[in-house]
Structures are given as structure tokens and as C-alpha cells.
């Protein structure tokens, strides 16, 4: 499958090798590519430059955030929060129009007294996503679990753990849901709803930072416990 | 144990009944006691009037929030959110100080937009009532769940899901877990740091009320699902 991966960072990356490594034909774009692989900044993540992580994945292209956008049957937004909607500008209406788009995008800044949403209440990032592009199908998804979970949950509780999705098209969440089952072996994906979920999901960030300080490690998750029916 | 609870709304109730059918010796607070007990409103989650509950829970007394607190060795908040710093307000520092305090208030206003939180990111409500109250170990526990999950867990996965808490307080966060466990039988008590963890579990919330809505059942919960040590 083609997959536009917006974004070059460690979640961009991640997504990007899991999915190149199952046989995917993924290109992840940039601001600016040329200076995104000249620079010596070493992610947290990755553990390595951009140009020295495209080393081991040459198979995966570092482009425009356009080209990306271009190539993608599906795309996934995994910029930082501050830079999701010049991201999706940049790639612009026309490459996005009719296409799944996966938000996995947080809108956190940090001072020294942690952190803070920028966009919450009765708005969020992924609705300021889908206004600025309406036609688009904006899934959120993936954004409450750190980069190694996403592609890979059975690192912890043997996959026993829910993610939240929500969008305003039940076709595109089907598709995500299977998607998200095929590549990385996703079993409860919990449908949340229309995208007005993503208020809740990019809100449970701030307990999900929490749990990862409170546990010392960002392996961690929720699982969805229901009472029985009718209860 | 003699338990002071602070409101008489549904929170209040469901944890007065529980506590004092357990053989506690419980006393609620109120703004205004005869007024609440003269009140014809039915309340949701126990669906009755006050003075109707208080007919079936006749050992629970009903008086004033300074009268609750004077009587309690432990303080449960469980007014609605608007209403936490006027109640403790009202039963005042000489009755609060050297207590634990345990906050099970949210701060949540709803509109047609749906829920917002009133306190948010770099401070919150648990932090506000114990600013307030410099003297009293205020430990946030129990928000995160519904009333009657509060005071029986096991209606859910077999109790096998997770309550956070936090506060400044080591002793009294441990005394707290130890009595959730002795209470109600709650197992998975997750101590999330300082009070400054409310932030996080408060915020949670908005996410709770999505999952409520996604699942159509309060009977929900989250378990927190850890990687292995070393990941």
C-alpha cells in the first residue's frame, strides 16, 4: 500500500520503518527534506540522526510534505502538535481531498510546570485538522500511545489494551480499524464516535504523560473495562 | 471509623450508604441541611429525594459541612465541582487540619458543546482546595469512576481495573489505599505522585465521559496496562 507518512520525527519514523518493513511503499515528507537529512539533530526515539536512520530504511523516501501527501492512498499526520496544520496546508486540499487521513498529532506545549493542551474543551487539534481540509477523512488515531506501542502493542499485556479512535466518516474507521488490526496487530480499537472525541483522546494525554512519570516508562497503556450488559 | 462526606448529591449518598452499611459511622454536610432534606428533587443516581434516600439510610445524619467535618477522622469532597472550595470553605481550616481529605470532585461545566473543564493543565482542583487548606492532606481518589463503581469495583472485569491517586502526603495516600481496599475492595490503587497528578486525573474525565457516551454504560473503567520492567 502507498502510505504519506507527514512528519520526519521519531513517531514519523517509527511508523514509517514498521511500515516499510511489512512491505509498504511509504515516503514521509517534510518542510524542507533536504535540510530534515542535513541535520545533526539526534532523536529521542530513534536514537539517531534522520539521515542516519534513513541509512537502515533507504527504502522509505524523505520528501516535500506535498510529495508525501501525493503518494499516499492513506496518510498519516505525525508532526509535532504546533506544526499539524502547516503540515496538512503545506500538502494542501487537492492531495488530501477524499483521502484517509490519520491524525496522530497532540496539541501539548511544556513549560516548567509540565505540561498543558493548547487546544481542548470544545475543540482539538483533529477538528481544526478536518475544518482546514474538509474534505478529508480525518481518523484520530494512535496519539495515546507512544511510537514503539503503536506499531507493536503486543509489548505489553500481551496486546490486552484498548486504542480509542474517532472521525466523523464510519468508513474511514473501518478501514483504520482494519488497518491498524493488519499492520501492527491492533486488536480493540475502541470507536469513540464522531472526531468531537478527539477532545477526550488528546485530553487523556495529559494522564497518559502522567502514567508514563508515575511507572518511569513510556511502555504503557490503558485497557477499557466494561460492566456487563445492562448493568 | 468516623467519616465526614462533604455534599449529598448522588456521590455523596452512594458512599454514605455504602460506608455506613459497612458499619461506619457517617455524617454528610450540607449548604443547608433542612433545606436539602426539604428539597423535592429527585436525584439521578439514587433516584429519589434526599429525605427519600434518608428514610432507607436512617444512621447517616444530615448536617451542616462544618458539622460533617468536625465529626469525620477522614473527609470525603464530593460536592459538584463548583461547589468543592465553598464547602471546605465552610467547614474551615481548624476542622480540616491535620484530616485527610479525600477530593473525589471534578471540575466540569457542561454546555450544548458538551463537557469543559473549569481547572486545567498547570493547575487544578484538588491543588486549589489544598491551597485553600494548607493543613489538611488532600489526597485525590475516586473521581475517576462512577458512584457505584466507586463503592463496588468488582461490578466491572472482576475489580481488575485501576483508581489513581495522588497527593503530597505519603501517609495519607497510603492510609487512603489502604482503606479503597478495606471500603470497597479496591485492588489496583495506582499512586500517581503529587497533587499535582489531579491534573492528570481530572483531565481524564473529559475522556471518561467519551468512553460513558461511546459505551452507553457509566459502568466503564480504564486498567493501566504496564510493560514488561526494563522496556
Given at each position: 500500500?502507498?502510505?504519506?507518512?507527514l512528519g520526519?520525527g521519531g513517531v514519523g519514523?517509527?511508523?514509517?520503518?514498521?511500515?516499510?518493513?511489512?512491505?509498504?511503499?511509504?515516503?514521509?515528507?517534510?518542510?524542507?527534506?533536504?535540510?530534515?537529512?542535513?541535520?545533526?539533530?539526534?532523536?529521542?526515539?530513534?536514537?539517531?540522526?534522520?539521515?542516519?536512520?534513513?541509512?537502515?530504511?533507504?527504502?522509505?523516501?524523505?520528501?516535500?510534505?506535498?510529495?508525501?501527501?501525493?503518494?499516499?492512498?492513506?496518510?498519516?499526520l505525525a508532526t509535532a502538535g504546533d506544526g499539524s496544520l502547516a503540515a496538512t496546508?503545506?500538502?494542501?486540499?487537492?492531495?488530501?481531498?477524499?483521502?484517509?487521513?490519520?491524525d496522530i498529532s497532540n496539541p501539548l506545549s511544556w513549560?516548567?510546570?509540565?505540561p498543558s493542551l493548547t487546544v481542548m474543551?470544545?475543540d482539538s487539534l483533529a477538528e481544526q485538522v478536518?475544518?482546514?481540509?474538509?474534505?478529508?477523512?480525518?481518523?484520530k488515531?494512535l496519539n495515546t500511545?507512544?511510537?514503539?506501542?503503536?506499531?507493536?502493542?503486543?509489548?505489553?499485556?500481551?496486546?490486552?489494551?484498548?486504542?480509542?479512535?474517532?472521525?466523523?466518516?464510519?468508513?474511514?474507521?473501518?478501514?483504520?480499524?482494519?488497518?491498524?488490526?493488519?499492520?501492527?496487530?491492533?486488536?480493540?480499537?475502541?470507536?469513540?464516535?464522531?472526531?468531537?472525541?478527539a477532545r477526550?483522546t488528546e485530553a487523556?494525554l495529559l494522564?497518559?504523560i502522567?502514567?508514563?512519570?508515575?511507572?518511569?516508562?513510556?511502555?504503557?497503556?490503558?485497557?477499557?473495562?466494561?460492566?456487563?450488559?445492562?448493568?
Open positions: 500500500m502507498r502510505i504519506g507518512i520526519t519514523r517509527t511508523l514509517a520503518g514498521a511500515l516499510s518493513g511489512r512491505g509498504h511503499d511509504v515516503e514521509m515528507g517534510s518542510r524542507d527534506p533536504e535540510a530534515a537529512l542535513a541535520s545533526t539533530d539526534v532523536n529521542q526515539q530513534t536514537d539517531t540522526t534522520l539521515s542516519g536512520w534513513h541509512d537502515s530504511n533507504a527504502a522509505v523516501r524523505v520528501a516535500t510534505f506535498a510529495e508525501a501527501a501525493a503518494h499516499g492512498e492513506v496518510l498519516m496546508a503545506a500538502a494542501g486540499d487537492d492531495l488530501l481531498d477524499g483521502k484517509v487521513l490519520i513549560s516548567d510546570q509540565g474543551n470544545t478536518q475544518r482546514q481540509h474538509p474534505g478529508a477523512h480525518v481518523v488515531a500511545v507512544t511510537a514503539s506501542v503503536m506499531v507493536d502493542p503486543s509489548m505489553l499485556g500481551g496486546g490486552d489494551h484498548t486504542l480509542p479512535i474517532c472521525g466523523n466518516d464510519d468508513d474511514a474507521k473501518r478501514q483504520v480499524t482494519r488497518w491498524l488490526g493488519e499492520w501492527f496487530g491492533w486488536r480493540d480499537v475502541l470507536d469513540l464516535g464522531d472526531l468531537s472525541g477526550a487523556y494522564f497518559w502522567r502514567l508514563y512519570q508515575a511507572t518511569g516508562s513510556p511502555i504503557v497503556n490503558t485497557k477499557v473495562v466494561r460492566g456487563r450488559p445492562g448493568r
